[in-house]
């Protein structure tokens, strides 16, 4: 069974940092590109970030570049969301999600992705 879970979320002050972990089950992880999604209340889920399944591609959003950085851990079948600079509007749900690697259309596009994990609330607040 294909599964994908989040952790790492919680509560953060202004300015501070998180890592997300996305563990996968199932499948093998290497072979399938990883994107990170979020959803504020009220509003449409939104790409974040992602990366190809060689690690040869990475992408950001706009509103995280230079604050949010995407890797890999293949061996332990473990993708990572490190978020530094935390801001209020970071506030989200966070979601990854895998599609089979590496070509990707659309990196940052919901429906690229073929499987989803449950999320992880990340709230910055102070």
């Known amino acids: 069974q294909v599964q994908l879970v989040e952790s790492g979320g919680g509560l953060v002050q202004p300015g501070g940092s998180l890592r997300l972990s996305c563990a996968a089950s199932?499948?093998?992880?290497?072979?399938?590109?990883i994107g990170w999604f979020r959803q504020a209340p009220g509003k449409e889920r939104e790409g974040v970030s992602c990366i190809s399944s060689d690690i040869v591609s990475t992408y950001y959003a706009d509103s995280v570049k230079g604050r949010f950085t995407i890797s890999r851990d293949n061996a332990k079948n473990t993708v990572y969301l490190q978020m530094n600079s935390l801001k209020p509007e970071d506030t989200a749900v966070y979601y990854c999600?895998?599609?089979?690697?590496?070509?990707?259309?659309?990196?940052?596009?919901?429906?690229?992705?073929?499987?989803w994990g449950q999320g992880t609330q990340v709230t910055v607040s102070s």
């Open positions: 199932g499948f093998t992880l290497e072979d399938y590109n």
């Open positions: 999600a895998a599609v089979p690697g590496p070509t990707m259309m659309f990196p940052l596009f919901v429906y690229e992705y073929n499987y």
